[in-house]
């Protein structure tokens, strides 16, 4: 029974936050719950941790950091105005869609 309580909330959770912030978020968080289940098993189940582990919660959590702060960046550039004489329209190409706009 608390298993399916853990998995209702995680699916509620993860639904707000699909709303909120997108489903890159969602994508790049989801990794994190082994993570958590580790270290929880760790504290109150005794189990062990191994070097192999943090190591790898280390490269998850880096990546992690990655994705947000490329979406901040991106984000960022997206609110400098490329050119205050010339209309902003979105790109007709399809080739380069990760640059948002430019000049006609």
Do not use: D, H
Not at 20 to 31: D, M, Q, R, W
Not at 69 to 93: D, F, H, L, T, Y
């Amino acid at each position: 029974m608390p298993g399916v309580v853990a998995s209702g909330a995680v699916l509620y959770l993860q639904c707000w936050s699909n709303q909120k912030a997108g489903p890159i978020f969602v994508a790049a968080y989801t990794p994190v719950q082994p993570i958590c289940v580790t270290i929880l098993g760790f504290y109150f189940l005794g189990e062990a941790l191994y070097l192999g582990s943090l190591y790898g919660a280390a490269l998850v959590f880096t990546g992690l950091y990655l994705v947000i702060w490329g979406q901040m960046e991106g984000r960022r550039i997206n609110r400098v105005p490329v050119s205050s004489s010339a209309p902003v329209k979105p790109c007709p190409s399809l080739s380069e869609p990760l640059l948002g706009y430019c000049n006609p």
